[in-house]
């Protein structure tokens, strides 16, 4: 079955401690992304990887890090949390060949 | 700037009727739209896309249709289900970005009258 697994689904975290989300795929795709979907800004893009070892910014990419050192997995990474971070996180995944994306369950952070 | 809206944050309509949700663009570069459904509490799902040189496009019960003179495009939903109430956004992608950069609207909720 095709999937867009997240991790973890819910965190509650404090200001300043590090934390990953992990993303995986199990569709050999070679395109992912990182969204994140605030109350009346619909879906923005964070980063984007157009295949392993390729990324780039998106729209707001601030705070934020990612790694792509296998095609499967898209790590988003927060080094040191802000309030302004909390969010509900969605990433997203399509092959080169079109722009249908599918997306994981999504990650609803809290950082207090 | 970029930017791609909803002309509605809402819309009621009547179980078996069509539906017809509505996206404005101000990007003449943009060069792909799609079209995504959000249920409640789940990710966005691929409805439904169309290339700029296309003006109309259809799927299982749904039809885009792009205009590019007034940079509009439009969602009908066809004989619309209990099952269609979720939230729809239009995306697009300008050939100017890079493939993978797409810009979401804010979305228009669609809820479903029995």
């Known amino acids: 079955e095709a999937q867009v697994t997240q991790n973890p689904r819910y965190l509650i975290t404090v200001t300043g401690k590090k934390l990953t989300v992990t993303c995986s795929q199990n569709?050999?795709?070679?395109?992912m992304s990182w969204y994140r979907q605030d109350p009346g800004l619909g879906l923005r893009q964070i980063y984007y990887?157009?295949?392993?070892?390729?990324?780039d910014k998106g729209d707001v990419p601030e705070g934020y890090k990612v790694s792509r050192k296998e095609k499967r997995n898209f790590p988003l990474i927060l080094e040191s949390p802000s309030p302004n971070q909390t969010s509900l996180y969605f990433c997203?995944?399509?092959?080169?060949?079109?722009?249908?994306?599918?997306f994981g369950p999504g990650t609803r952070l809290t950082v207090t | 700037g970029e930017s791609v809206g909803l002309h509605l944050p809402t819309l009621s309509v009547q179980e078996g009727d069509n539906s017809i949700i509505n996206c404005a663009y101000s990007?003449?570069?943009?060069?792909?739209f799609i079209w995504y459904k959000q249920e409640s509490g789940k990710g966005p799902q691929f409805i439904i896309d169309?290339?700029?040189?296309?003006d109309k496009r259809q799927g299982q019960r749904v039809t885009v249709l792009l205009n590019k003179t007034v940079k509009h495009l439009s969602l009908q939903i066809a004989a619309t289900q209990p099952g269609d109430s979720a939230v729809y956004f239009c995306?697009?992608?300008?050939?100017?970005?890079?493939?993978?950069?797409?810009?979401f609207g804010s979305g228009t909720r669609l809820s479903i009258r029995p």
């Open positions: 997203a995944t399509r092959p080169a060949v079109n722009y249908e994306q599918y």
């Open positions: 569709m050999n795709h070679e395109y």
């Open positions: 990887s157009m295949n392993v070892e390729v990324t």
């Open positions: 990007n003449s570069a943009s060069d792909y």
């Open positions: 169309i290339r700029s040189n296309m």
């Open positions: 995306a697009e992608n300008s050939r100017y970005s890079s493939a993978s950069k797409i810009i």
